[in-house]
Structure formats: C-alpha cells, structure tokens
C-alpha cells in the first residue's frame, strides 16, 4: 500500500534542517546522490585516531573518538557498501581505533572519560576505567562480520560476545538491539538461533517492547527491533502488529514532514541533527515494508 505525499514532505524537511550528511544519505537513498558524497560527508567525522567522534551520534558533543559513534558510522557505511575502497579503508582504521580502546576482556566501552567535558545528556557518563559493554560492541562486531571484515579485532570482539550474551540477563533495549545485531549477521547459525529463541522468550516475557502502537515516551516497539521485513525479530511479531505500527509510524510524522524524537536532547541543533537521523530511519522502514513508493 502506498502512502502519498509522505516521501514529498519528508524530503522537505530534509533539506530545510538536516545535516550535510543526511541530506547526502537522504539524496542517495531516495534520490539521484551518489554513495561517494555519503562517504565523503562521513569522513569529516573521522578522526586522526580512526575512531568518530565530532557529534555523529548527537546526544553528546564530544569531539573525541567514542564507539557509540564508530557504530553510527559503519552503520552508515553498511547502508552505501563497503565495496568501495574510501569505505574500506575507513572502516580499518575505525578497526585500529577499536583495538587501541578494548578492554581486557576483548570488547569496546559503552563510552569513554573523554565524553565529560562536553554537553551531553545524562546517560553519556562514564567512570574513569569503564569495563567493555555489549553496547556497541555486539552492534559492531555484527555490522563487520556481516561485511566479512577481516580485522584481528572482529575475532576478539566476536568472542568476547558469545561469552557475555551466554551469560546475559538483560532486558535494556539497547544492549538486546545490539545483541540482535550481532546474532542476525553471525555465521555461527545453530548457535545464533538457540541464543536468539532464549533472549527473545525473556524479551517478550519481561514486556520491554511497546506493543500498543501509540504508546508515549521513550519507548521501543516493533519497528524499532525489526525495520525490515528481513530483521531477524520479525518473526516476533504477527502481522496484524507490524501493519499497526506501520500505520502509527506514517501517522507521527510531523506538519514540517519530519519525525520526531521522543527525548531530551542536549540542545535545538541535537534535535535537528537527530530529527534528519531519524526521519531516514522512519522512511527506510516504510519503503522495506511496502508503504513508500519511490
């Protein structure tokens, strides 16, 4: 089913208010841009270090290289190929920059001290020494196994995962995203569908999605754990749901054509910046399930 006007509208908002960036990603995914301007664009936010820093996940406005924000950034990559060859070597030195800040135990902080001397939100806080967090590092090391990257930090990531999802218990909706990441793209399929059943059974069970699809807040639903019709928690969900969100999903967005963000952010330019973020985001999902036409 189509949906008229929502590209229009979307793509107004766009170019009025998003980042160089985003309107390069927007431009490529729904448009006549190129994959070089994209990966260009995410250049700038490399640093000398070969992590990403410079606000590219926009909550904090740290300068320094964080992994939150080398996610973001192969992420990004991942949507425009990693078949290129400035792509490639960006995503290796993101690889070095990986290896220089793991921990002992072979993954990546949820955030480094650098972060607090900047403007944030309150959760980008850190201790002096932070232990290795399934946040990002499952996401990560999901995105470059599913690429076929070959680093030695991928292998020292890929079991410091299986150790620490072999024990997990959480129910945080980010760790279990990035843990879902991680399964959907391992290449290990019979261990990946017995951890899959047992974390998605205590994921269901603990309520942590938002099933009603107008439910405020911060919250995650099913969308926001299945994107795509390929994601490996679609089956989670019967499709009387998904249709549902999908319908609550077109209905959020704005007057101005763009969606919004349901947190605080740092200040009125992080809102923006996230705004473009996740208006792509919004439009991705609606095209992979058929209710864009472009």
């Not at 800040?101 to 902080?109: A, D, L, Q, R």
């Not at 019967?238 to 967005?253: F, Y």
């Amino acid at each position: 089913m189509d949906s008229p006007g929502i590209l229009e509208r979307a793509e107004d908002f766009i170019w009025r208010n998003a980042r160089l960036l985003d309107r390069h990603r927007f431009a490529y995914l729904f448009g006549r841009g190129s994959r070089e301007a994209v990966i260009a664009a995410l250049g700038v936010y490399q640093n000398d270090d070969g992590g990403f820093g410079n606000a590219l996940e926009p909550d904090k406005r740290c300068p320094d290289s964080q992994p939150v924000d080398v996610e973001v950034a192969l992420r990004i990559l991942d949507e425009v190929g990693f078949d290129d060859p400035l792509a490639d070597a960006i995503m290796r030195r993101a690889c070095d920059f990986l290896s220089m800040v793991m921990t002992p135990e072979g993954g990546v902080p949820f955030v480094l001290p650098s972060v607090r001397g900047y403007p944030r939100v309150p959760w980008w806080n850190t201790d002096d020494d932070p232990p290795a967090s399934i946040n990002p590092t499952a996401a990560i090391a999901g995105i470059l196994l599913k690429n076929d990257t070959c680093h030695a930090w991928v292998g020292q990531a890929t079991e410091f995962c299986w150790r620490t999802i072999a024990t997990s218990e959480t129910t945080d909706v980010h760790e279990l995203a990035c843990i879902f990441t991680f399964l959907e793209h391992c290449p290990d399929r019979a261990r990946t569908e017995a951890e899959f059943a047992r974390i998605a059974e205590r994921m269901l069970a603990a309520g942590v999605v938002a099933l009603a699809p107008e439910a405020p807040g911060y919250v995650w639903k099913p969308l926001d754990f299945a994107p795509t019709p390929e994601s490996i928690c679609r089956r989670l969900f019967d499709d009387d749901v998904i249709a549902a969100h999908l319908d609550a999903l077109i209905a959020r967005q704005q007057p101005d054509g763009g969606w919004p963000i349901s947190w605080e952010p740092p200040s009125p330019m992080a809102e923006l910046e996230w705004r473009g973020f996740v208006t792509i985001a919004a439009m991705k999902t609606l095209r992979a399930y058929g209710r864009l036409r472009t």
